[in-house]
C-alpha cells in the first residue's frame, strides 16, 4: 500500500471500487467517495491486521460521503467508521398556539435525520403598560408586552395590534394581539379611558390620642389616580396644610389645632404630560 497516503478524495463519475483498493493503506484516514460509485468490493480499505483476539480487519479510515449515498450505506454495513453529508434544513413542524408551545425542527432534506429541535415558546404572559388611561382629550393606547412560556420577551415582529376605534374620548376599549410567523391565533385586552371623580366616602377614622390633637381620616380608592391632594383647615379656609399622597395612601393621619373647627377635604389628581389633573 501507500504508506504515506492520508487523504484520498475519487472523483465524480467513478462508478465501483475493487476488492481491496485501499488495502495496507495504515495511514489513510479519510476517504470521500462520489455518489455515482455503485458497487464497492470487500475490504477496500483493510490495512491488513487484525484486532487482538479476534478475526476483526483493523481499519483507520473513515468514510465520506452523501448521507444517501452507496457508500455510506456501505460503510454502515461493514462496519467501517462513516462521516455522512447532510443537507440541513430547518422547519416549523408545529406552530405555537396562544396556549402551546410550538416546535422547530432541524432535519436533513436528503434522508429526513433530525439533528435538533426547537421549542417556540408559547405567549403566555400579555400585559399592557396601562388599563386605565385619564381622559386629556388626546388619543390614548397602552403599550403590549408580550412574554413566552419561558418568560423572555416575544419580539413585536411575532405579531400586530389591532386597536379600537378611537381611543379618545372617555369610554371601553380593546387591543387585538394578532400572532404571525412561527405563532398563530389572537388575544384580546381590555382598557378604559374614564373621568377622573373627586374621592367618595371621604370620613372620619379615630382619635389617635386622650387630648384629641390628632385623628386619622380616610377616604375610598379612585380609578386611574396618581395620588391624592388633602387639605387641613379652619373652617374659613385659613391655615391651610396641603399635602400630596401616593395613590396607595387612602388614609392620613393630621394634627388638629387646638380650640379650632377643623375641615379636611382630599381630591385625587393624575400626572399628565402637561401637570397634574385633578378631579
Known amino acids: 500500500g501507500f504508506v504515506n497516503l492520508t487523504d484520498v478524495r475519487l472523483p ?3 462508478t465501483s471500487i475493487g476488492k481491496e483498493a485501499f488495502y495496507s493503506c495504515d495511514a489513510l484516514r479519510k476517504l470521500s467517495i462520489p455518489d455515482s460509485v455503485k458497487k464497492i468490493g470487500a475490504d477496500i480499505v483493510w490495512t491488513g491486521s487484525y484486532w487482538v483476539g479476534s478475526n476483526s480487519h483493523v481499519t483507520y479510515a473513515t468514510i465520506y460521503g452523501n448521507c444517501t449515498s452507496y457508500a455510506i450505506k456501505y460503510a454502515k454495513k461493514n462496519g467501517i467508521s462513516y462521516n455522512p453529508k447532510h443537507k440541513w434544513i430547518s422547519e416549523i413542524t408545529a406552530k405555537a398556539t396562544t396556549t402551546k408551545n410550538g416546535k422547530i425542527t432541524r432535519k ?12 417556540i415558546h408559547y405567549p403566555k404572559t400579555i400585559t ?5 388611561f385619564i381622559y386629556n382629550g388626546k388619543v390614548q393606547k397602552p403599550k403590549v408586552t408580550v ?3 419561558d418568560g423572555k420577551i416575544i419580539d413585536a415582529s411575532n405579531y400586530t395590534l389591532q386597536f379600537s376605534n378611537g381611543c379618545k374620548a372617555a369610554g371601553s376599549y380593546s387591543v387585538k394581539i394578532v400572532f404571525k410567523g412561527n405563532y398563530t391565533g389572537s388575544v384580546k385586552k381590555s382598557f378604559k379611558i374614564t373621568t377622573l371623580k373627586v374621592p367618595g366616602n371621604c370620613r372620619f377614622v379615630k382619635w389617635n390620642n386622650a387630648k384629641y390633637s390628632s385623628c386619622q381620616i380616610a377616604w375610598n380608592k379612585v380609578e386611574g389616580a396618581d ?7 379652619w ?7 396641603t399635602k400630596n399622597l401616593k395613590a396607595n395612601a387612602l388614609s392620613q393621619i393630621c394634627s388638629v389645632p387646638v380650640n379650632h373647627v377643623t375641615m379636611f377635604k382630599v381630591r385625587a389628581f393624575a400626572n399628565l404630560s402637561t401637570g397634574k389633573a385633578f378631579s
Open 12 to 14: 465524480d463519475g467513478l
Open 108 to 119: 436533513c432534506s436528503l434522508c429526513g435525520e433530525i439533528s435538533s429541535t426547537k421549542v
Open 128 to 132: 399592557l403598560s396601562k388599563t386605565v
Open 147 to 149: 412574554k413566552g412560556s
Open 227 to 233: 395620588g391624592y391632594q388633602t387639605v387641613l383647615c
Open 235 to 241: 373652617t374659613n379656609g385659613s391655615h391651610a396644610v
